[in-house]
């Protein structure tokens, strides 16, 4: 089958360092993206990887090992603004992305 | 620039009525174009996915159809609710070759009572 496991939870202070973690099952796996999405919001796009190693983007990092079928996102600097839901998403190559059920991140003052 | 538009923005219906939502993409051209369900604290459900006009794959077998009669317009239809068909429904749209990076339309809200 297809899925993608993450923590359901995640809880950090502000200021501090939280990493998501994301292990997936897919056949026909290309890469992995992260998606945030604010209650009540749409997802945006904030990452993807196709090849192993750290991508940066800002605040956010995002990593990928094919060999462990394992990625995770970083986020430093935590602000208010960030607690929202997270998700990985696999891209099969086609036209279809499978999405993970989505780690809720609260950060707290 | 790019924008995604969908409405009605919240929707109650009652059960057995018919529903259609609508999707259009403004900007892009030839976009591949997603409708997604949310149930509430869950991930995203691939319902359908077009590639072109009229060409339209169904991922989850149930009693929702999706049209494509314009290339930058999607519709998602039934006609006849269940409650189970309640959620959060959303549109998005990726450059051909891209899916990975999708962007999302704000998303209709449905409850089916």
């Known amino acids: 089958g297809q899925s993608l496991e993450q923590p359901s939870e995640v809880t950090a202070v502000e200021g501090a360092i939280v990493q998501i973690n994301c292990t997936y099952q897919t056949s026909g796996f290309y890469g992995l993206s992260w998606y945030q999405q604010h209650d009540g919001g749409a997802p945006t796009f904030l990452s993807y990887n196709a090849l192993d190693g750290l991508e940066e983007t800002g605040r956010f990092s995002s990593f990928l090992s094919r060999s462990d079928s394992y990625g995770y996102l970083l986020l430093q600097e935590l602000q208010m603004k960030d607690s929202a839901s997270y998700f990985c998403?696999?891209?099969?190559?086609?036209?279809?992305?499978?999405f993970g059920a989505g780690t809720r991140l609260f950060v707290k003052a | 620039s790019q924008t995604i538009h969908q409405w009605p923005a919240t929707l109650v219906q009652p059960v057995g009525s018919p529903l259609s939502l609508e999707c259009t993409v403004e900007g892009t051209s030839n976009p591949n174009l997603y409708w997604y369900r949310q149930a509430a604290g869950r991930g995203l459900q691939l319902l359908f996915y077009s590639v072109g006009i009229g060409q339209i794959s169904s991922e989850v077998p149930q009693n929702l159809s999706a049209s494509r009669p314009q290339d930058r317009q999607f519709i998602l239809s039934s006609k006849k609710l269940l409650l189970s068909d309640s959620g959060f429904y959303l549109c998005?749209?990726?450059?051909?070759?891209?899916?990975?990076?999708?962007?999302f339309g704000p998303g209709t809200r449905l409850t089916v009572l």
């Open positions: 998403a696999s891209d099969t190559g086609g036209f279809k992305t499978i």
């Open positions: 998005a749209w990726s450059v051909p070759g891209r899916a990975h990076e999708q962007f």
